[in-house]
């Protein structure tokens, strides 16, 4: 069930829209559940449709087309590294494979601490600063070295 502090949000998200239009707040609202919950279940794709009456399955072709989305739980730290052409370009394998060493862990998968969990991103939109990571799909890292992301690691702990 939607707590009381998240259907405030998605109110405050509806108002953007017009009132027929409910579903158009489904990215928002999705936003707002995950920040909450940590993750999104079936469960809370469900509690989202039924809220901005919308088909359930709309709701999950939204969760699983965006990565930004997360359908399994993820450590604290959820690290994106864009393997798109631009970063591949300028050795983000070279991150990939340091982040896969340093944390002892592939893709999709969460470190034993429960603390960091990585994901291959698609283009992020900032392919000058190229390679780059995203932390919890905000703070961007960008021009990484794999001196740089060990200090980046080391300020999250």
Known sequence: MLSNEAIKKIDYELTKYPSDQRQAAVM???RIVQTERGWLSKESISEVAKYL????IAALEVATFYNM???APVGKYKITIC???SCMLRDSDAIVN???TKLDIGFGEV???GKFCLKEGECMGACGGAPL???NNHSMHEFLTPESVDKILEGLK
């Open 28 to 30: 928002s609202a999705l």
């Open 53 to 56: 009456r919308m088909p359930e």
């Open 69 to 71: 989305y997360d359908l």
């Open 83 to 85: 393997t798109n052409i």
């Open 98 to 100: 340091h982040l896969k």
């Open 111 to 113: 470190s034993t601490d």
């Open 133 to 135: 990571m995203t932390v």
